[in-house]
């Protein structure tokens, strides 16, 4: 019950990516974002848009840990997916298939790798898939990353008191 779409809307938009080793700050809200933004030029169903807007919901409640350090917190992995598995069964998407869950993680890959290419010092060259959408990367306030990322929600038909 304490699951609301506002916490993860603010929280993510706050947090910036890669523990703030970017060019500028780029919040996991306008990750997120961009996410489901690629899932709808896909043409995915709005169930999908919906989980790679959400797809790192429970860094709103436990903050973003990179990657590379990630792996080796065994704790932490158990806890972020018992808490991303209460967050997914309260937006009804608890019941995704292992083909939808590799869909949303292909997605967050690829906009990795072009937020690493853009965003990181020195990694200029590397190379990125072809995407559907068109990323904005610009800098963004955190308000306005809330915003959106309340609006892209609502489109998706959760409100402000969620689904």
């Given at each position: ?7 993860i809307?603010h ?7 890669g523990?703030g ?17 690629e899932a709808?030029a896909?043409?995915?169903s709005d ?6 807007l959400?797809?790192?919901a429970?860094?709103?409640y ?5 990657r590379?350090?990630?792996i080796?917190l ?5 806890i972020?997916?018992?808490i991303m598995?209460?967050?997914l ?9 292992e083909?939808?869950s590799c ?12 937020e ?19 990323p ?7 308000g306005?990353?809330?915003?959106r990322?309340?609006?892209?929600a ?10």
């Amino acid at each position: 019950d304490l699951i609301s779409i506002q916490d993860i809307a603010h929280a993510l938009s706050l947090i910036c990516r890669g523990n703030g080793h970017v060019q500028t700050f780029w919040s996991v809200g306008q990750h997120c974002i961009c996410c489901a933004k690629e899932a709808a030029a896909r043409g995915l169903s709005d169930r999908m848009v919906l989980a790679c807007l959400l797809h790192d919901a429970s860094e709103g409640y436990i903050s973003d840990i990179i990657r590379p350090v990630k792996i080796y917190l065994s704790n932490y992995l158990e806890i972020e997916s018992k808490i991303m598995g209460t967050i997914l069964t309260h937006f009804g998407l608890d019941d995704l298939t292992e083909e939808e869950s590799c869909r949303w993680k292909q997605i967050d890959d690829e906009i990795l790798e072009l937020e690493l290419k853009t965003l990181l010092h020195g990694e200029e060259n590397r190379e990125v898939p072809k995407l559907l959408s068109v990323p904005d990367l610009a800098e963004h306030t955190p308000g306005e990353i809330e915003v959106r990322f309340l609006q892209e929600a609502e489109r998706l038909g959760v409100y402000g008191s969620d689904r």
